[in-house]
């Protein structure tokens, strides 16, 4: 088990610390836990659940009276708090239903009348509830800790596997083949998942054809990302893009390499330690996203989308739970890339108070300090297009190794953008004329300062192509995408940096004084000095 939560959960008893709550679908493997620890400090276990009443840790009933009823169960547990000598867990498995906001009232006095008394009378007992996720009333803030519970460590995990393998090798008609190499494969694929999970991903895998071997991986590894994805909070993202695939970006794209080999043994040995992040802000449509997909797949790591939209909810409590849970999945199976997209939209309402209680206040707390403070190989990729919703805490040091900012590509990046999607549609990209392309989806087109973002590159070469169609519709048999079917189109695009050019200024002017530019400045990539300036961010040349 984790040494850190046994320790930390060993001192919250010690201390006194009157109501515990540990959120986790495990609730067997957290009996087991809390068994242990009892059994070390010299503590009798009893478990409440709504369908036994109180029984003892063995399964015996521990009342001649019927405690199934909560208040009975709690005045039970005073009962036998006072006795002489008497140290005690008492842990109750179905409480959350019984003291969230829709239950009685009573149920929540009750429950905080025996905290004060564990304090003001010296018992020496605690209360222990068990929950997926608990529900944190106003009235209860003051009197609960919230203790997290790890998912099983690797170590953990490879016990587990062994232990499922051991029950069924050598049964008739069964077949297990895993070498060691297999095994710690199976244990990288299935790091992040509760033990019922693990062992159900197996199950599943022997009754399908009666084997474990080399071939199961795959499916292990798909339901893993099933699982992850239930949680409705993250996104197991499946990408097989590269960097290539991103046009211009140059000096992302070097800083992003450099990093690449910084996870592992080796680097630790080396003394380099896992870089915490990058802050991708800018121009929306210029390639953050896409540079997040694609760096999952050059560094061969997971990418786990986080929706802050779904970190919010209505119940009191259970965004702070929605977040924890978030952070501990990608921690578990780290190394892992956690992409946080737009996250300025989930941290709206950190600076002005806002009407929700603090509950944004306290998420994005506990996500900044889990930032600061973090030392599992979890890289952060995180994208804004709004650079005033972003709160200041969030920008200084130590949070992210470095900001970039993605500006409208400059004519190089076109060419290089166009040549990416024109090459995707199976065409010849030396039968184009890129710098006349690139030209045209800029100021010789729309005027100073005004050229088309990636996203509206990608548009325009599909619409071009849907030109070329027509034209073969019409009765051209030897119609396909040229240079004419572009000329043609682009009179019809009307360029986001237009529409919003006095937005954007702005977000260069900012990006100037505070980001470096995710591009190889101007000069670099041999274009006048002209149109220099319009590039935003520190340029840095490599």
């Not at 239903?97 to 020496?124: E, H, Q, T």
């Not at 030396?430 to 996203?455: I, W, Y």
């Amino acid at each position: 088990m984790n040494q850190n939560f046994n320790k930390n959960l060993t001192d919250y008893i010690k201390a006194r610390y009157a109501v515990l709550v540990i959120e986790s679908f495990e609730e067997e493997r957290v009996l087991r836990e809390l068994q242990g620890i009892a059994q070390s400090i010299n503590h009798q276990v009893f478990i409440w659940n709504s369908t036994d009443g109180v029984i003892y840790a063995n399964g015996s009933s521990a009342s001649q009276e019927k405690t199934l009823d909560f208040i009975a169960a709690l005045k039970f547990c005073e009962n036998r708090a006072k006795e002489q000598g008497s140290r005690n867990l008492f842990v109750f498995c179905d409480a959350d239903g019984y003291l969230n906001s829709k239950a009685p009232a009573v149920n929540r006095r009750r429950l905080r009348d025996f905290a004060i008394n564990i304090r003001r009378k010296g018992y020496k007992s605690n209360c222990i509830i068990i929950a997926p996720t608990f529900e944190l009333t106003t009235d209860l803030q003051k009197e609960i800790t919230i203790v997290d519970f790890p998912l099983p460590t690797r170590d953990e995990v490879k016990v587990i596997i062994t232990s499922f393998l051991n029950n069924y090798k050598g049964m008739q008609g069964v077949d297990i083949d895993v070498s060691k190499e297999l095994l710690e494969k199976f244990v990288d694929a299935s790091v992040g998942l509760t033990k019922l999970e693990i062992e159900n991903s197996f199950a599943r895998a022997l009754v399908s054809d009666r084997r474990i071997d080399a071939s199961d991986l795959k499916g292990i590894l798909s339901e893993k990302k099933q699982i992850i994805r239930k949680t409705g909070i993250l996104e197991y993202i499946d990408s097989q893009l590269n960097l290539n695939d991103v046009g211009g970006l140059q000096t992302l794209k070097k800083w992003l390499e450099l990093r690449s080999h910084c996870f592992g043994d080796e680097a630790l040995k080396y003394g380099v330690k896992p870089p915490k992040g990058v802050l991708l802000t800018g121009i929306p449509g210029c390639g953050k996203s896409l540079t997040a997909k694609c760096v999952a797949t050059a560094w061969s790591m997971p990418l786990l989308r986080l929706d802050m939209g779904k970190i919010f909810q209505g119940i009191v409590g259970s965004s702070e739970s929605n977040m924890r849970l978030a952070l501990k999945t990608a921690e578990a199976i780290s190394p892992s890339i956690l992409w946080i997209d737009e996250i300025e939209k989930g941290l709206s309402g950190t600076s002005g108070g806002g009407g929700d209680g603090g509950t944004s206040t306290r998420v994005f707390g506990h996500l900044l300090t889990w930032m600061q403070e973090k030392t599992a190989p979890v890289f952060v990729f995180a994208t804004a297009n709004n650079i005033n919703g972003l709160p200041p805490e969030l920008l200084r040091k130590g949070r992210f190794d470095e900001i970039f900012f993605v500006d409208f590509p400059t004519a190089e990046e076109r060419k290089k953008i166009l040549s990416i999607h024109i090459s995707k549609l199976g065409r010849d990209v030396s039968k184009f004329d890129l710098d006349k392309l690139a030209s045209l989806s800029g100021e010789q087109t729309f005027g100073k300062d005004v050229v088309l973002a990636g996203a509206e590159l990608e548009a325009w070469v599909a619409d071009s192509l849907i030109q070329s169609f027509s034209r073969k519709i019409d009765g051209d048999r030897d119609a396909d995408l040229s240079m004419k079917d572009f000329e043609k189109t682009i009179t019809h695009v009307v360029p986001m940096g237009q529409m919003r050019k006095e937005e954007f200024t702005k977000i260069r002017a900012w990006a100037n004084e505070n980001a470096v530019s995710a591009s190889l400045s101007q000069t670099a990539q041999s274009e006048t000095l002209q149109n220099e300036e319009f590039i935003g961010g520190r340029k840095l040349d490599f």
